[in-house]
Structures are given as C-alpha cells and as structure tokens.
C-alpha cells in the first residue's frame, strides 16, 4: 500500500485518506476515486489528492476487520457488521468475560494497522455490553497481516464470556448487639441484587450469634446437596476478619470445611475468606461487601458464579488493578448507545454525642427537647431518612440510652462514642469509620441539634454535590455566611479519621484543596439550640 499526495492525472483508483469538501458536494474519507470525481475536482481547481493506492494483496479496512473479527469463536457473543474499519463484539448472555493476554498481544504485534481492545479480564458484563471491538487503523492492510492474524484466531481464544450458572445460596449472617437489625436486612437485599444476574436464589438467610462454635453447628448441619442449582454459602459477618483463626475461617475447618484464602489483595474487599465445604464454596463477605460498590467480593463472586474454581493463588495475583477506592468509572470502547453516568452516593452522620454544656446543670437536654412532640433528636433524623441519604448513622455519646431510646425503630445504625467527652473530633472519627458509611461517595454531617433543616433542605446539597460529581465539599450557608450541614466528599474521609480533640471539618475544607459549592438554606444553616432559651425561642418544649 502506497500512502501520499497523488496528482489527479494519478488519482483514479486510489482511495480518499481525507475527506475533501467541494463545492459540488463532499467527497469522504474511505471513497475510492472514481474517473467522474477526477473530472469534478478538475473543475473546482483540486490538482492532488491525499491517497492510498492499494498493493495486489491488500484488503480494504472493513473486509480486512469482518475477516479477523470472523476468526473468532461465536459462542456467547454477537459481532456487529464492519464499519469504518471497526467490528464491535457484544456479550449474548451475562456472565464473566475472561481474555487471554498473551493471546490478543500476539495478535497486537502482527501489525500496528490491525488492534484488538477489551475489557478487563473477568470483568463481569450483562447480555448487550461490548466487551471487544477490532479495529483496523489505516484504509488498508496487508491481505498476509490479515491472514496470520486469522490464523491466531482460529488456534486460540482470545476471549470468552462465561455464562453464569444459577446458585442456591445459602446467607449466614452473625449478629452483635452493636449490629441493627436493619442492616443486616440491606445485606440481605443486596446480596439478592448482586446474585440476579445469574439467575441465582437466596434459598434461606439464617441469623446467629457471632462464636465460632454456634457457625460451626450450622455449617456442620447445612443440608447443601439436593437442588438442581449448585449450591453456594455466604457468611456476612458482623465483625470483620482480623486473622486466619478467627471465627469464620475457624468455623469453615471446624465443621469439616478448607479455607484456601484468607485476605486479598484487592481494596476495597481485603478480609475475604474463601473456603470450601467438599465441592461447595463459602465466602466469607469482606464489610464493604454491604454496600453495592464494586469491591474485592464481586470479583471472587462472579467467578464462582461462572463455574470457575479461584485458587489461593489466582487471589493473590488480583493486586494490579485491585485498588478501586478512589477509581472512576471508565467509559466502555465507542459505541453508539449512550452510558447514563454513575449517580454520587451520599451516607449521612448524625452527630447526637455532645455534652450539651450550655444547657445548665437541672437535667435537661436539648436533644430530647420535644418539637411538636417528637424530640429533637428523632426529628433530625427524620429530616435524613426522609431525603436521599442513606445510610444514616447517628453517634451517641452523652446520655447514650435515652438518645437511642428516642431513635428507637429509626430505620438507622447508632454508633456509640465512649470518647465523648473529648469533643466533636472524635465523634466524626466514630462516625466516619463505620462501615457501612465507608464506600459512599460523600458523607453528609448533620448536627442534631438544629431543628430548621429540613428533608429539602438536605436534597438541595446533595443536588450541588452530584452536579459537582461528587468531587467537592458542599456547604450549607445563611446570607453567605458558613454554616451547616455539610457534605463532604471521600477525597477528605482519611483527614477526618485523623482529627483530634475539640474541632470539626472547618481546617480540613479549607486545606484540602477542593473546591468548596455553598447552598443558601436561609436561617436554618445557623439556628443550633444550644441554651434553654434558644430550645424555647425555636418551639421547642423541654423535658426533665
């Protein structure tokens, strides 16, 4: 293949590498010029055309992609016809795409004109998604490139999906009085969500103490042949993994089980247990498994859900592209169907610790003030529960017990701060470092004591946080003056975790660099009830 300037008593025959707009109408890019194109450029004053002038065994972009894209194996995939030299392949069915690396990099170095991309290797994918695309760079290739690179095809497979096998599954969740109930019925929700894709079931969901001798009771007595599905086991357990001995992976060799991998290299997702009960796996969920963010979980999930058998050493190996914390989600190969843009996620702490000093020394407490009956408390997080937040979770420290009582079948996680005392630091630290609020892209800080905020007041910052893609600290204002609630995003939790004594996020907003979005809400930014009077001159009734 010849590429360069061509005169037009030259031209005929070649083909355009540029599009070239006349008067007359526009030639494209692609066109083979044809005598009565030479004679319109003639009269429009063109004396040389950008070309190429193919050699007897080349073949043309979209012949050359449609015979390397035909190489390939169709099950489980679609191909879409060939066009400006690119061949798009969809998977027929979901399931796990799995490549070969050295393969498509064999096929890579044949020549720089011929390209495979995929997506990741075990990527999970849904029927409809591109997983690969060939495309052919030039107008042209050698028709003998093209071959070789047929050959390779025909002898190997340079991908597949793997279709995913419907499960039994069995939940085991462990429980700890620090743990709500209503947490553990997300878990369970979203573990269903999680296994839809392939069909699966959530056949029972059983809840028990978290011992290793009550897990291992059950394990011993799980019933777990039977079903047509093969069956799985998933332990959610209500305190994270710290050792190889501890309760699940201990459980898992106590009831006759091996555990083949505890921990991964994969973050989120590092204290994953992975054990087998003869030919049924058991998963020992990491926490972050709780949340609908991809994690270290997923990966191990989904390939057991396509019927593969992930070894020690196939975990151990997942750390390139294991850190998936703070990575944005990438847009797939071009295609013609837009993506809709991942929505931020925004938890909410509800900071309900405080000694309430101002208060006086008779008792009461403005949290449990009552606002048309309902104490302050409780109706801040209402206010929460009822916008788009999600999860809440309220940290308790002074009179812990009536606080939580006043919070009482919220559907809401307390967390307690024994360090109180010390100020509002640690209470962020308490708050921010739940797991349950750790995976959300912003956490929204609430104080409990401010009873003019209000569930629109709470969308309109959430609204400027996902306009701003979750990437900048959102402040509630009065007039232009700071003041609260905030949001802030997952770029400042590690500052948080590090705070001490009695201060806020007020340092951390102003030295992280981030651009910071304020949302006017009136008064209410700044009406905390502090005093007696300021609890009266709000509606508030106070409570011995």
């Known amino acids: 293949m010849k590429y360069g300037h061509f005169p037009l008593a030259e031209a005929e025959g070649t083909i355009l590498a540029h599009s070239i707009r006349l008067s007359s109408g526009r ?19 063109v004396e040389t055309v950008v070309a190429v002038r193919l050699d007897p065994e080349d073949l043309l972009e979209d012949q050359a992609a449609q015979a390397i894209a035909g190489a390939i194996a169709l099950d489980g995939l679609r191909f879409s016809a060939a066009t400006t030299g690119r061949v798009n392949v969809y998977a027929k069915e979901n399931g796990l795409f799995v490549a070969d690396k050295a393969v498509i990099d064999r096929l890579n170095r044949i020549d720089p004109a011929i390209t495979l991309a995929t997506v990741a290797d075990h990527a999970a994918v849904r029927a409809g998604d591109m997983v690969a695309t060939v495309k052919i760079i030039p107008l042209a290739v050698s028709g003998l490139k093209v071959q ?11 991908f597949e999906v793997k279709p995913f096998r419907p499960h039994a599954v069995t939940l085991i969740a462990t429980e700890l009085p620090s743990l709500k109930t209503s947490v553990m019925d997300r ?6 969500q999680r296994l839809a894709p392939s069909g699966s079931r959530l056949v029972r969901e059983i809840r028990i103490p978290h011992n290793a001798d009550r897990l291992t009771e059950v394990l011993t007595e799980l019933h777990l042949g039977g079903p047509s599905d093969p069956a799985m086991v998933i332990i959610f357990g209500a305190s994270a993994v710290a050792d190889p001995q501890d309760v699940i992976p201990d459980a898992i060799r106590r009831a006759g089980g091996e555990v083949e991998q505890v921990g991964m290299p994969v973050d989120p997702g590092n204290l994953l247990v992975l054990g087998w009960m003869g030919d049924v796996p058991v998963l020992g969920a990491p926490g972050c498994a709780r949340s609908p963010k991809e994690n270290g979980f997923d990966w191990v999930l989904n390939r057991l859900l396509a019927g593969e058998v992930p070894t020690s050493y196939d975990i151990t190996g997942m750390g390139v592209g294991g850190l998936l914390m703070e990575i944005p989600t990438r847009p797939r190969p071009r295609d013609l169907a837009e993506k809709t843009p991942a929505v931020a996620t925004v938890a909410a702490v509800l900071l309900a610790a405080g000694q309430a000093r101002r208060m006086g020394s008779d008792g009461q407490h403005k949290l449990l003030a009552e606002f048309e009956g309902v104490p302050l408390v409780r109706r801040s997080a209402q206010t929460l529960l009822s916008s788009q937040v ?9 009179r812990q017990e009536e606080v939580e009582a006043a919070l009482a079948d919220l559907d809401l996680i307390t967390a307690h701060n024994p360090d109180f005392p010390s100020g509002m630091a640690s209470s962020l630290v308490t708050g921010f470092s739940h797991p349950a609020v750790a995976e959300s892209d912003g956490i929204l800080v609430m104080l409990a004591d ?10 309109m910052l959430i609204s400027a946080f996902r306009d701003a893609d979750g990437r900048a600290v959102v402040r509630a204002v009065s007039n232009g003056k700071r003041g609260n609630p905030i949001i802030l995003p997952r770029a400042t939790y590690g500052a948080v ?3 001490e004594g009695d201060v806020g996020a007020r340092a951390i907003i102003e030295t992280s660099g981030l651009p910071v979005v304020d949302v006017e809400i009136g008064p209410a930014a700044h009406l905390d009830v502090d005093t007696p009077e300021a609890v009266t001159a709000a509606g508030g009734v106070l409570r011995a």
């Not at 692609?30 to 004679?39: C, L, P």
């Not at 003019?452 to 007041?457: F, I, K, L, P, Y």
């Open 27 to 45: 030639l494209s890019k692609g066109d083979v010029v044809t005598r009565g194109e030479v004679e319109r450029l003639e009269a429009e004053g």
């Open 148 to 158: 070789e690179a047929v050959e390779l095809l025909r002898n190997a497979t340079p």
């Open 187 to 192: 878990t369970a929700k979203l573990l269903e």
């Open 390 to 398: 999600s999860p809440v979770v309220a940290v308790t420290g002074h």
């Open 450 to 459: 401010m009873p003019g905020v209000t569930a629109e007041h709470i969308r």
């Open 497 to 499: 975790l590090r705070l």
